[in-house]
Structures are given as C-alpha cells and as structure tokens.
C-alpha cells in the first residue's frame, strides 16, 4: 500500500481478547442499581458454555472497524515478540489493515485479556504489558489520524506524536483518551486537546475533564466546555442516552437504534469507527452520528468487539433502517 494511499492512521494498543460465557447455573449474581458481583465457588471448575479469542484493545477495533467500511488504514503500535503478537498481526493482515508501522520487542510480551460475559455485561481481568513505545522512523502523513489509549508509558510517545503533528498541520485528529490519559486529567493531555479535530468521550470522562459534575440536563455547558480545550468537534457518548455533538455553532443528540444486547464490549469503538468512517467518506455531522449509532448496535449484538463490526455495503442498509429509527435534532 502507498503511503498516499492512506485515508488514516491508527496509533494505540491492541491485545488477544478471551471471552467466556460461564453457565448461569453456576454463578451467584446480586443484582441492583447499585452494586453486580459475579461469584464462583472458591477451588471450583467452573463450566464455560462459550469460548471465543479474538484481537482487541480501542487501536485494533477501530483499525479493523474502518478497514471493514472501506477506508484505507495503517495502524501504529508495538508488540511483544510472542505469539500474542504473531496473533494479532495475523488477524490485521486478514482485515486488510496495513501493519508496516507495527514495533516489536523480542524481550517483552503483548497485552492479554480474559473477559466473562454475563447477563450482556462483561467483567475484564485485563493484563497491559511492561512497555516502552516506539514511534516510527518514518511516519507517513495522511488526512487523518485517530490516536487512542496506551498504557501508563505512553508520555515519550505521545511527545513525539506532538512534534510530528506540529509538523503536519494538515491532518486531522481524532482523538479517544484511555484511562492513563485520563488519569493525568487536562493537564497532562492538553497539547493533544489543542491539536484535535475530534474528541471522543463519554460523559463521565467529559465531566471529568471540565471539572462539571452532575450535567445532567446541563448538555449544552458541558459541550461547551469540553470545546474550550481545543477539539473542533466535541462527540460525548452517553450509553442507553445515545450521544451528544457540538461543532462549535450546532448542538446535536442522536439517540440510539434499538437492539438486543448481547455483549457491549467494544460499542464505544465501533461507534467511534463507524463515525470517523462516514467524515472521511464526505458525510455530515448528523449522518455521521448514524453510521456511528448503527456500528455500535450491530456489535454490542454479537460477542467481542469485532465480530458484529459492519461492513460498507451492510452500513448502507443499516443507516438507510436507522432514518426510521435513530431520531438525530439539533438542541
């Protein structure tokens, strides 16, 4: 693939997911609002009635999410020199996702993850590997870039990442904070904030950021003043709510397609792919937000974060039933 070839690039971490599906028989679940424990009996062998591996982390589905709807990508990580990584590469060389920027240590090995899949939620026992990122020699540029979670060592990387970004203007950046980027607050990711085109978070994550508690029927203020740290497009998730937008004259919510939960591993992702997808693709905002809430619902049917991602003739028909059912208004 030529480097002007590349509608976007991907940079984060990615990880060999396991998902069981224990039988309910054999579980003790206290239910409330408040509080879901999922026990088993210490020293037991617990019968698991599904077993699926499969590639994940936010990197990899969104790599794999905009590969499926046709958009030409590269992703950017560094691997173990396992067979975790030899996995991984295999199934990105399968999605037809671009894996010359792909860093391996010999020395070290990959994230791993075993997620239990109860009653459509999941529990993730998650191990993030001791790790020092590379950045690539060369980096080619494209039109857009999606940067993503990286565990606690990701400040070297995400330094050069800003040099190189100054250097290169012209690329928009979509950006998805993880949780040690969001554990150094604004402060520590306020050059990146600055340099966005797009920010991707939830509500609780937005709230943090801003330092706005409770902004629960507060939707505009809040949108408000996740744009005052520099993102171009504010897209704040807010689960069964649906999600909100503002591009700096126009507030937009889009609710959700209705669907059977499954597993809701990986909605955030395919939400995130889905949308980032239909703005290289030439949609508007409101369109968009379809293909993102269409993208989700289809994952979020099926096991993993990757199996029910959808491809670009099938998101034609989904969006096409989503006009029906997904209600998208300014505010």
Same mark, same amino acid.
């Given at each position: 693939?030529?480097?002007?070839?590349?509608?976007?690039?991907?940079?984060?971490?990615?990880?060999?997911?396991?998902?069981?599906?224990?039988?309910?028989?054999?579980?003790?679940?206290?239910?409330?609002?408040?509080?879901?424990?999922?026990?088993?009996?210490?020293?037991?062998?617990?019968?698991?009635?599904?077993?699926?591996?499969?590639?994940?982390?936010?990197?990899?589905?969104?790599?794999?999410?905009?590969?499926?709807?046709?958009?030409?990508?590269?992703?950017?990580?560094?691997?173990?020199?396992?067979?975790?990584?030899?996995?991984?590469?295999?199934?990105?060389?399968?999605?037809?996702?671009?894996?010359?920027?792909?860093?391996?240590?010999?020395?070290?090995?990959?994230?791993?993850?075993?997620?239990?899949?109860?009653? =459509?939620?999941?529990?993730?026992?998650?191990?993030?590997?001791?790790?020092?990122?590379?950045?690539?020699?060369?980096?080619?540029?494209?039109?857009? #870039?999606?940067?993503?979670?990286?565990?606690?060592?990701?400040?070297?990387?995400?330094?050069?990442?800003?040099?190189?970004?100054?250097?290169?203007?012209?690329?928009?950046?979509?950006?998805?904070?993880?949780?040690?980027?969001?554990? =150094?607050?604004?402060?520590?990711?306020?050059?990146?904030?600055?340099?966005?085109?797009?920010?991707?978070?939830?509500?609780?994550?937005?709230?943090?950021?801003?330092?706005?508690?409770?902004?629960? =029927?507060?939707?505009?203020?809040?949108?408000?003043?996740?744009?005052?740290?520099?993102?171009?497009?504010?897209?704040?998730?807010?689960?069964?709510?649906?999600?909100?937008?503002?591009?700096?004259?126009?507030?937009?919510?889009?609710?959700?397609?209705?669907?059977? #939960?499954?597993?809701?591993? =990986?909605?955030?992702?395919?939400?995130?792919?889905?949308?980032?997808?239909?703005?290289?693709?030439?949609?508007?905002?409101?369109?968009?937000?379809?293909?993102?809430?269409?993208?989700?619902?289809?994952?979020?049917?099926?096991?993993?974060?990757?199996?029910?991602?959808?491809?670009?003739?099938?998101?034609?028909?989904?969006?096409?039933?989503?006009?029906?059912?997904?209600?998208?208004?300014?505010?």
């Amino acid at each position: 693939m030529n480097e002007e070839n590349y509608d976007l690039l991907t940079i984060g971490d990615a990880t060999v997911d396991v998902f069981m599906t224990p039988l309910e028989s054999e579980t003790v679940c206290e239910l409330d609002k408040k509080e879901c424990k999922i026990c088993f009996s210490y020293g037991d062998k617990i019968p698991v009635r599904d077993l699926e591996f499969t590639i994940g982390g936010n990197a990899a589905n969104n790599a794999v999410g905009t590969s499926r709807l046709g958009v030409k990508d590269a992703i950017v990580l560094t691997l173990g020199g396992d067979t975790v990584g030899d996995l991984i590469i295999e199934r990105f060389i399968k999605e037809r996702v671009d894996t010359s920027f792909i860093s391996r240590q010999p020395a070290t090995s990959s994230n791993y993850s075993t997620i239990i899949n109860y009653s =459509g939620e999941r529990t993730i026992f998650t191990y993030h590997a001791p790790r020092s990122y590379e950045f690539p020699v060369v980096l080619p540029v494209a039109p857009w #870039v999606y940067l993503t979670s990286m565990g606690e060592t990701f400040r070297p990387f995400y330094n050069h990442f800003i040099d190189w970004l100054k250097k290169n203007q012209q690329i928009k950046l979509a950006f998805n904070p993880g949780t040690w980027q969001m554990k =150094g607050g604004v402060e520590g990711i306020k050059e990146v904030l600055s340099l966005s085109h797009i920010l991707y978070v939830n509500r609780e994550e937005a709230e943090k950021l801003t330092n706005f508690p409770d902004s629960h =029927g507060k939707e505009k203020e809040l949108l408000t003043l996740v744009s005052k740290l520099g993102p171009k497009i504010c897209i704040v998730t807010d689960g069964p709510e649906g999600s909100l937008a503002f591009d700096g004259q126009k507030f937009i919510k889009c609710g959700i397609y209705p669907q059977e #939960v499954t597993e809701r591993t =990986g909605a955030g992702d395919a939400f995130g792919s889905g949308m980032i997808s239909a703005l290289i693709k030439g949609k508007d905002l409101k369109e968009a937000l379809i293909w993102g809430t269409v993208n989700s619902a289809s994952v979020v049917s099926f096991v993993g974060a990757q199996k029910g991602l959808l491809k670009e003739s099938e998101m034609l028909e989904w969006v096409e039933r989503g006009k029906d059912k997904v209600k998208v208004e300014e505010f």
